[in-house]
């Protein structure tokens, strides 16, 4: 028997760093993300939102998207959360993200998903790089 694995060619060139999410005595919570865009540097986002695990995903799901437009604001990207949605499916759970990316005019809709089982503020971070890094890495391959 073989097996054949299919492979995206396309170099990632954003990297996790870290993400986590503080506890705020007003009752609200504050996610910061930090990622590596190879070449040019890290980039931390923070935002903040209201307590509980739904909120707190999106608020690292928006972090995410900031430290990322941050990263690729020279190439005119901006990422935008639509929706984040923690899934809970048969024996998995998930963290799903929907993204709105846009450069210019052009705009496209995205999906990024990240196995949320051990940790569920880094997959809502991951689901959003997931969802991203094709898009996002073909843009950092072209010349200025």
């Known amino acids: 028997r073989v097996r054949t694995r299919v492979t995206d060619s396309t170099p990632r060139i954003i990297r996790f760093v870290?993400?986590?999410?503080?506890q705020l005595a007003d009752e609200s919570c504050e996610a910061?993300?930090?990622?590596e865009h190879r070449g040019v540097g890290v980039f931390a986002a923070t935002a903040r939102g209201p307590q509980g695990q739904q909120d707190e995903l999106?608020?690292?799901?928006r972090a995410t998207s900031d430290a990322l437009?941050?990263?690729?604001?020279?190439?005119?990207?901006?990422?935008?959360?639509?929706?984040?949605h923690l899934v809970e499916s048969l024996t998995q759970t998930v963290v799903l993200v929907v993204l709105a990316v846009s450069r210019g005019?052009?705009?496209?809709?995205?999906?990024?998903?990240?196995d949320a089982k051990s940790d569920p503020v880094r997959a809502a971070a991951l689901a959003v790089l997931n969802a991203t890094n094709r898009f996002l890495g073909l843009l950092g391959s072209q010349a200025e």
């Not at 910061?32 to 990622?35: D, S």
């Open 105 to 114: 005019a052009d705009s496209q809709s995205l999906l990024g998903v990240c």
């Open 58 to 61: 999106r608020a690292v799901a």
């Open 69 to 84: 437009s941050d990263a690729f604001e020279a190439k005119g990207a901006r990422v935008r959360v639509v929706s984040v």
């Open 32 to 35: 910061t993300v930090e990622i």
């Open 18 to 22: 870290r993400a986590q999410i503080a």
